[in-house]
């Protein structure tokens, strides 16, 4: 979804026929382009937001804000967020992720990342980095997890964001960076920019 209706950046969901679910307003901003669908999830439907913010905006506290209201009570909201910070395991903190982190924690949102590089830039004067993470509301920290996924190319590796009905054992989130060492990369043998999502229904059980 991308707000001139041109075949460039923008945002999608592909979604399996059998998942209940129906597409609910869309968040069409030059500085925001998220789509977004409600999933039915047992307790509670849960929204599911794949985003895309274009680096050249500066955006504000605000405007994320404004972009996690529309989400409802119980969300997850993934892509590339091109904002960097260590609290999510990016090697140095920029403006736009000091006014996402703060619309997260003022809104009582959770962040997860791999911890591993997701951006890979052909200009070699570069260094990977995390642009690609997880923002969610609504859901246990002990149900949901996030790895690396290797399988497609581009210049962005995708992320694997799982949900469970069994509590997940979350470890400390590792940095790219480490004030002995320096950066290092991590080898990757493909990229792209997009994010998968799991669900593992459970029997006898009301939530996803």
Not at 12 to 24: D, M, N, V, W
Not at 64 to 73: E, S, V
Not at 185 to 205: I, N
Request: net charge positive; glycine share 6%.
């Amino acid at each position: 979804m991308h707000p001139n209706g041109k075949a460039h950046g923008g945002s999608a969901i592909l979604i399996k026929s059998t998942i209940k679910h129906y597409q609910s307003q869309p968040h069409c901003k030059d500085y925001i382009q998220a789509t977004n669908v409600v999933v039915s999830a047992g307790v509670s439907d849960i929204t599911i937001s794949s985003l895309y913010c274009p680096p050249r905006h500066t955006i504000k506290e605000q405007h994320f804000n404004d972009y996690f209201k529309t989400l409802g009570k119980r969300f997850i909201a993934a892509g590339d967020y091109n904002a960097k910070h260590t609290f999510w395991g990016s090697r140095l903190t920029l403006p736009r992720g000091r006014e996402l982190l703060k619309s997260a924690q003022s809104g009582h949102m959770n962040i997860i990342s791999t911890g591993q590089p997701t951006y890979w830039p052909t200009d070699k004067d570069k260094i990977p980095d995390i642009v690609d993470f997880c923002i969610f509301k609504g859901i246990a920290n002990t149900n949901i997890s996030c790895s690396s996924c290797w399988d497609l190319s581009s210049d962005h590796s995708p992320i694997l964001v799982e949900i469970t009905a069994e509590i997940k054992l979350l470890g400390d989130v590792p940095y790219i960076i480490n004030v002995l060492t320096g950066p290092y990369f991590v080898p990757s043998p493909t990229r792209h920019s997009a994010y998968l999502l799991l669900f593992k229904q459970r029997r006898h059980c009301g939530c996803c």
